[in-house]
């Protein structure tokens, strides 16, 4: 019984074998046929704005460096991301059974979530996100407290323990903060309780995001987008909706991306900015500085920013 039913996939014993079996999946050095350039024709229906295929790949009828490219990029922007969380955290540019199957419901018209859903499933993620991030980073703070005093001959074991327990959250603050990574110091404590605060004011921030695209603040006539258009823009002064999310937030973004935009713009309404960070100070306002934070406490296995820059070097530890 076929798998595939779309006009552009079905009845290709290969595609059918991918979409059935690992040992069909479709990867760079898989031998050419016209299985790969259905995949390649199917992919540029899909994702038309994507990353090019080269002509010569699809003459060639082979799975090259642009078709995995392409591969990626579709998987990425795929709502949700085509993940297997059985051994992967992220997308690969395999086409594999998820990737295929997806593709062929696509293409047979199943319907993609509107803009306002997809603003929704970010804000809702945004959220989890934060009570993720808050409740890692309370107990932490539970657990300083409760270190004993440090001319205490238990200290040194407690903060020991300490430091195993919470080594991934320590050095996310550390790292992020431009601390040195000992909680039981005065600066530590201090930038740990204003993390708390700011993420449990963005958490109670009522919703009041518009799914704008080119409209209002990310109109492009706008002299403020004489750059190009941002992910989102967010104006505490304005009336509700404050955050306007653009075009690239649409077209462009991948989940986590989207999600801690939507984290990120809520850091501006309480206060905080985008500014260079050179001290601990300039870190604990700057908007990016803590949304980052929050990823990277809640998303245990993440070391890099969800736009893919400012890898962890040494990695940071997991999970």
Not at 76 to 99: A, E, K, W
Not at 139 to 152: E, G, K, M, V
Not at 288 to 301: G, H, L, M, S
Request: proline letters at 9%; glycine letters at 4%; a neutral charge.
């Amino acid at each position: 019984m076929s798998v595939l039913h779309s006009d552009e996939l079905r009845d290709d014993p290969k595609l059918e074998a991918c979409a059935t079996s690992p040992s069909g999946h479709l990867r760079v050095g898989t031998p050419p046929g016209p299985h790969i350039l259905k995949i390649q024709l199917a992919i540029e229906r899909l994702r038309p704005t994507g990353p090019s295929i080269s002509a010569a790949e699809k003459s060639a009828m082979s799975y090259g460096p642009t078709t995995a490219r392409a591969v990626l990029n579709y998987k990425t922007t795929h709502l949700p991301p085509i993940i297997n969380f059985s051994y992967q955290r992220v997308p690969d540019d395999i086409v594999g059974q998820m990737t295929i199957v997806a593709m062929d419901a696509e293409l047979l018209g199943s319907p993609l979530p509107t803009r306002d859903a997809v603003a929704d499933r970010a804000h809702d993620a945004s959220r989890e996100a934060l009570r993720l991030a808050l409740s890692h980073l309370r107990l932490l703070r539970t657990d300083i407290d409760l270190l004993p005093a440090s001319t205490d001959p238990a200290f040194s074991g407690a903060l020991t323990a300490l430091l195993f327990k919470h080594k991934r959250n320590i050095a996310v603050l550390a790292k992020r903060l431009l601390l040195t990574a000992d909680p039981s110091s005065g600066p530590f404590r201090t930038s740990l309780d204003k993390v708390i605060l700011l993420c449990e004011r963005n958490l109670a921030q009522r919703k009041t995001i518009l799914a704008a695209g080119t409209t209002g603040l990310c109109d492009p006539a706008n002299p403020r987008n004489a750059r190009g258009l941002p992910h989102a823009w967010t104006a505490a002064s304005q009336p509700d909706p404050k955050t306007h999310l653009c075009e690239p937030f649409f077209t462009n973004d991948p989940l986590d991306l989207q999600r801690d935009v939507i984290t990120h713009e809520y850091f501006h309404l309480q206060g905080l900015d985008d500014i260079a960070v050179n001290n601990t100070a300039d870190a604990l306002r700057n908007a990016n500085t803590i949304a980052q934070v929050v990823a990277f406490v809640a998303d245990r296995f993440r070391q890099s920013n969800s736009d893919g820059n400012e890898r962890a070097v040494p990695p940071l530890p997991v999970p």
